[in-house]
DNA sequence: TTGTAGGCGTTATCAT
DNA sequence: ATGATAACGCCTACAA
């Protein structure tokens, strides 16, 4: 099914080739104390000039390290991970790890898939980012002898999370503030944990002002420009639409205000947006995006420091959750005193 | 200085436990004929109570071969990828291959080091996007019995591009057509090859319209928004700002517009903007973007299937070019009569 | 149908 | 300072 890689030089070549054994030259290769230098140099420049690259699995198999992390993602360029992965690399390359990614499409089987590939490869601990499997992991921990550290999944004892809920308090506050009260939500796929708890906060600012949660002001999305733009359509063809609408990240926000604008029901002269993330191109889009601001570069590096720690057999981890920031910028604005039903503040 | 992995239930171990050797475990777990169904069956259940999972770094040893691919891409959250790694894992996964990626940053070394760290790893073979290396693999591949393909550097014997310069002409020359006359170019880095034919088919449209090529037209950028921010404030500095750019990429041609629209030199009104690569984005932004599509998805799959003819030493394999697409939203429009200094066509 | 033995490339433990 | 030997986990002739 799959072919045979082409021959790489071995140490035992280098050895041949040099009239000494294969360990004289493992150790001249790792620099040892107690090689002559001579010979030292001699099999090191010799391995240069024949090309020899070391094989990692063999190696680990003795070693019992391979030295690389796994990380899952859900594709290649989902624009979230931007930051977060900087942040595991730098982190992981600090400490001679080497990092690899693999797509799972936010895909439970696929994600399983993903984890068993890095398994078979014996690879030191792995990160999930996006996880649909989520607490699902510590059954499956039993199975597999392998580190894994989740990424925005509190519930699971080895995470690190932004703290969900208070972002989308401060955004549906900021919203609430404005004077408005028809405020929407644009949901993740409702399974994400993610999204419950910023529904949650949604819900929170609501009841604590007093604004009745309609439940037809929910409406289903997926975190993509298609499914905002999409919920836009539905809020669009209700007798009564928002005046804001808050949604589950940046994307989905952008997919909302693309398609309001199309229906010449603008942003934020008619209704406001709010996002959640902050990516790059936030600051970009226009207007420029109103949005609460996840710590992604942290969280990826305090992921990669908590596997660390599982790696090297601690145990003294736990779930940590890093706080979340409004940034306010154009997609929002005060209701207009006119439109009010009831007094502003 | 990593640490040690914790022990995985190995063959030998579930030999142990049923009482047979380990070659017979070996053989049940592949199916082979000539084995007892009965015995069969037993191992099978036995391997996964065990919580069993071979290890492919041993295995490879013997078979040489891992069954791995290796990505460079240049960082997770580069946009232009979402089409292309998709073609790429679609075609390996259907032929028994795992694809793994790594991030070079565009950095020449960092690039090296990931192709290094894939080779040590044994992979079976490597795709490189955004490569700065790019012929220099030429060279290199005496170093590294590694089969490697590149997208988008058309030149190097294994690579499969898109037809940068026809697509860079067609953007041009719709510019033209539109009346225009003061176009500019924003660059990528200079070195890349993909830069120099799209400002070749740049170049190639003014001249064959008799239009002066102005150098200070010609910006340097990064592909990046805030690249694309720069070159345009340095446009609106100059006395006499284009009445349209063509930019290297879609992100160059969102913070070109999004620093226009700061200064109220709006996009299309006062300027037309063209990009290049059509993401899903640029159909989302506003104005929706008129752009250049690359055939990602395609350029992923044949450069997968190139690679896939080299690892089994094929050597009936040439460089592959894929034709560009203009697609026309609404960043672009006519000169307005009342501008023009020439007669339009 | 099953077991034995050798080897993949490397490192580590003995000797020498 | 260097060499021989065993072992890592797995596969595969060859024997039985």
Redesign the pocket.
């Known amino acids: 099914m799959t072919g045979k890689v082409r021959?790489s030089v071995?140490?035992?070549d280098i050895a041949r080739a040099a009239?000494?054994?294969?360990?004289?030259v493992?150790?001249a290769?790792?620099s040892h104390?107690?090689?002559?230098a001579e010979?030292?140099d001699r099999i090191r420049l010799l391995a240069e000039e024949m090309g020899y690259t070391?094989?990692l699995p063999?190696?680990s198999?003795?070693?019992?390290d391979t030295a690389t992390i796994g990380m899952v993602i859900t594709h290649a360029s989902d624009p979230f991970l931007a930051r977060l992965v900087v942040g595991v690399e730098e982190c992981a390359r600090s400490e001679g790890y080497a990092v690899f990614l693999s797509s799972s499409y936010r895909d439970a089987e696929r994600e399983q898939e993903v984890i068993r590939s890095f398994h078979e490869r014996r690879a030191s601990g792995v990160i999930v980012t996006g996880s649909q499997i989520g607490t699902g992991y510590l059954e499956l921990s039993q199975r597999f002898p392998l580190p894994i550290v989740l990424t925005n999944c509190s519930g699971y004892p080895y995470s690190v999370s932004t703290d969900n809920q208070a972002g989308a308090q401060q955004a549906v506050e900021h919203l609430v503030h404005s004077g408005h009260r028809r405020i929407a939500y644009v949901s993740n796929q409702r399974s994400s944990r993610t999204n419950r708890e910023r529904l949650a906060g949604y819900r929170a600012v609501l009841q604590e002002h007093a604004i009745p949660v309609d439940d037809d002001l929910v409406l289903e999305g997926d975190g993509t420009l298609e499914g905002g733009a999409r919920a836009a359509q539905q809020m669009l063809a209700s007798s009564q639409p928002p005046t804001a609408v808050f949604c589950f990240n940046d994307m989905a926000a952008i997919g909302v205000i693309h398609a309001f604008n199309r229906a010449d029901y603008r942003v934020p002269h008619c209704c406001s947006v709010v996002g959640f993330d902050d990516l790059e191109l936030a600051g970009y889009y226009c207007p420029p995006l109103t949005t609460v601001r996840q710590p992604s570069y942290e969280i990826g590096r305090r992921a990669m420091r908590m596997l660390l720690k599982l790696i090297q057999g601690r145990e003294d981890v736990q779930t940590e959750i890093l706080p979340a920031e409004l940034v306010v910028r154009e997609t929002t604005r005060p209701v207009p005193r006119s439109a009010r039903k009831e007094k502003g503040r």
Chains 1, 2 share one sequence.
């Open positions: 021959a071995s140490i035992k009239g000494v054994s294969p360990s004289t493992s150790r290769l790792h104390p107690g090689i002559s010979t030292g070391p094989s063999a190696r198999l003795v070693t019992r």
